[in-house]
């Protein structure tokens, strides 16, 4: 069984500064991980992925994750926070060959103040 | 290129009613799931979907629930005689292949609101 661990369901940051988003995961295969962002009342969107191949992943809006396997994490960061990237992110793990059953963490809500 | 599409994005229902939620996937998708979000939780899986047939619902209440993926036509997910746990934003989400580390898209979202 794989799992999503959100560390914080809020995180406040003041603008400019940096961003960090925790996600631990356990899975007992190799994951396949990633980020999404969700806008209030709107879907999902995909920042980030990681699918075996470089460990540091660069997404969209300036935002990166590095896999760290020895810590089974998959932080989500960003250098300078911006007054749009207040939403909800939420980080998600499948594995064992199949890309559909995502499992979700519960979710970061990031508020960025003036 | 048009994302995935779903309707009705608010849907309000009585007890006891039906609500059908439909979704039409990217063009050129035909692999189409579904997840539920509730009230402060992740999503969840609930079906996966492919033209004509259902490959998991795994995640699908064993009552009152059901999808479908028709040859023509959208995906529907189908919760009869509703109740108010069922208020939840419903999900679509279709990708061009299954497979490791394949993109699946999701939709804007159906909020179910039962009173």
């Known amino acids: 069984a794989q799992s999503v661990t959100q560390l914080g369901s809020h995180v406040s940051v003041s603008e400019g500064a940096l961003v960090l988003l925790r996600c631990n995961y356990s899975?007992?295969?190799?994951?396949?991980l990633f980020w999404y962002v969700q806008y209030p009342n709107q879907g999902l969107q995909l920042l980030l992925k990681?699918?075996?191949?470089?460990?540091l992943v660069k997404g969209i809006n300036g935002f990166e994750a590095e896999f760290k396997k020895s810590e089974t994490s998959f932080h989500l960061t960003k250098p300078s926070a911006h007054m749009s990237d207040a939403a909800e992110y939420f980080c998600?793990?499948?594995?064992?060959?199949?890309?559909?059953?995502?499992?979700f963490g519960k979710g970061t809500l990031l508020t960025v103040n003036p | 290129n048009a994302g995935v599409m779903q309707n009705p994005r608010h849907l309000v229902r009585r007890r006891g009613q039906e609500a059908r939620l439909r979704c039409s996937p990217m063009?050129?998708?035909?692999?189409v799931y579904w997840y539920r979000q509730l009230p402060e939780e992740g999503l969840k899986f609930m079906v996966y979907?492919?033209?004509?047939?259902?490959?998991?619902e795994s995640g699908m209440p064993k009552e009152r629930f059901s999808a479908e993926f028709p040859k023509e036509g959208p995906s529907i997910l189908r919760i009869q005689q509703v109740v108010r746990g069922d208020s939840a934003a419903y999900f679509c989400?279709?990708?061009?292949?299954?497979?490791?580390?394949?993109?699946?898209?999701f939709g804007e979202g159906s909020w179910l609101t039962v009173v």
């Open positions: 063009k050129g998708h035909s692999h």
């Open positions: 990681y699918t075996s191949a470089a460990t």
């Open positions: 979907l492919q033209k004509e047939n259902i490959i998991d």
């Open positions: 998600a793990v499948t594995s064992g060959g199949s890309n559909y059953k995502l499992t």
């Open positions: 989400a279709s990708s061009f292949v299954e497979g490791a580390g394949n993109t699946i898209y």
């Open positions: 899975s007992s295969v190799p994951p396949y």
